[in-house]
């Protein structure tokens, strides 16, 4: 073989060779690249603070109903009678206008129904108009101890409330001795009195000449009976 033939020979051989050596150059950055990248992409982290979680919806709270005695106070030892007035609010819906009071001071509860139309006695003095009141009458027994007793009103249609108060109070006693002479204050007092002493002074000087003419006239009696 010729030195130029050999020469070309081994041109070609290094050509394959770098040819080969920059595929396998190539195959293993794809490979290398393909084993750092991952798999599946990552979730984003969220920035923002996480949704609130719902507050409950605060209960709103009825308004307290009026509540009216009368009378409001009675007589420890005595059996009494009560009327109970609430103005509680006219239910929707067909529950009936009604409500129940109850008190320690009660024999039982009372059933509290509409106030009759026209203003029958006993009214409430703060009702005006149409407003809805609903009353029962109550009896306190006798045994009630004197004190202070809260009544309860419950609205039976809408579950409205109210109180009041109710007093027992102890029996009035009166005094037990009464005097039997006027005091000393002048006038018709100081002569009621002297009229009194007076009838209690002894006989004295009045006395001995009453006994004398009584004296007389017996003897003049039998005198005359003598004479006769």
């Not at 798999?39 to 949704?51: E, F, I, R, V």
């Not at 409950?56 to 005595?78: H, S």
């Not at 059996?79 to 103005?87: D, E, G, M, R």
Request: proline share 9%; aromatic share 4%; glycine share 14%.
């Amino acid at each position: 073989m010729s030195t130029a033939k050999w020469g070309a020979a081994v041109l070609r051989v290094r050509r394959v060779a770098y040819a080969g050596a920059i595929v396998i150059v190539g195959l293993t950055g794809c490979t290398a690249s393909a084993d750092t990248t991952p798999s599946g992409s990552p979730s984003a982290t969220p920035t923002g603070s996480p949704p609130a979680s719902a507050s409950p919806t605060a209960t709103a709270t009825r308004p307290t109903i009026q509540v009216e005695l009368n009378p409001d106070k009675v007589t420890a030892g005595e059996t009494s009678k009560v009327w109970i007035l609430a103005n509680c609010p006219v239910p929707s819906g067909g529950p009936a206008h009604t409500g129940t009071a109850t008190s320690k001071a009660f024999l039982s509860g009372v059933a509290l129904n509409p106030v009759p139309a026209g203003g029958s006695t006993p009214t409430a003095t703060g009702a005006t108009g149409d407003s809805p009141w609903v009353r029962g009458e109550a009896t306190v027994s006798g045994t009630v101890k004197r004190g202070s007793y809260r009544v309860d009103v419950k609205c039976d249609g809408t579950n409205d409330m109210g109180r009041a108060t109710l007093r027992v109070n102890a029996a009035e006693t009166l005094p037990t001795t009464v005097p039997t002479k006027a005091p000393r204050a002048g006038g018709g007092g100081t002569y009621a009195q002297e009229a009194g002493d007076a009838s209690t002074l002894p006989l004295g000087p009045a006395g001995v000449l009453l006994g004398l003419a009584l004296a007389g006239g017996i003897a003049y009696v039998i005198k005359r009976r003598g004479r006769g």
